[in-house]
Nanobody
């Protein structure tokens, strides 16, 4: 089992920055891919950014140039640096980890980011 706990969310104004963190614990050695998803009110959950261990990150077009995903394998932590935040970035952000060895996919409980205009 892998446990994921997000932190760093909150209420900010448009143009501000936030850094989300996702601390992984448990059988973290199985984790290959990690990602951030978000779900805005009334909308489906969407992939925001993903990163494969040792690989290049990928971003949804709406956050390219503003968000940066990174991971510190030594600390078992995933980050999402969010700059130039917009009201449309308001959502619950979820951390996701994939363990292909055990065919398991794990989710955090999510953390709310609210961007006021």
């Amino acid at each position: 089992q892998v446990q994921l706990v997000e932190s760093g969310g909150g209420l900010v104004q448009a143009g501000d920055s936030l850094r989300l963190s996702c601390a992984a614990s448990g059988n973290t050695i199985c984790i290959r891919d990690m990602a951030w998803y978000r779900q805005a009110p009334g909308k489906e959950r969407e992939l925001v950014a993903s990163i494969i261990s040792g690989g290049s990150p990928n971003y949804v077009d709406s956050v390219k140039g503003r968000f940066t995903i990174s991971r510190d394998n030594a600390k078992n932590t995933l980050y999402l640096q969010m700059n130039s935040l917009k009201p449309e970035d308001t959502a619950v952000y979820y951390c996701n980890a994939d363990c292909p060895r055990y065919m398991k996919n794990y989710w955090g409980k999510g953390i709310l980011v609210t961007v006021s205009s």
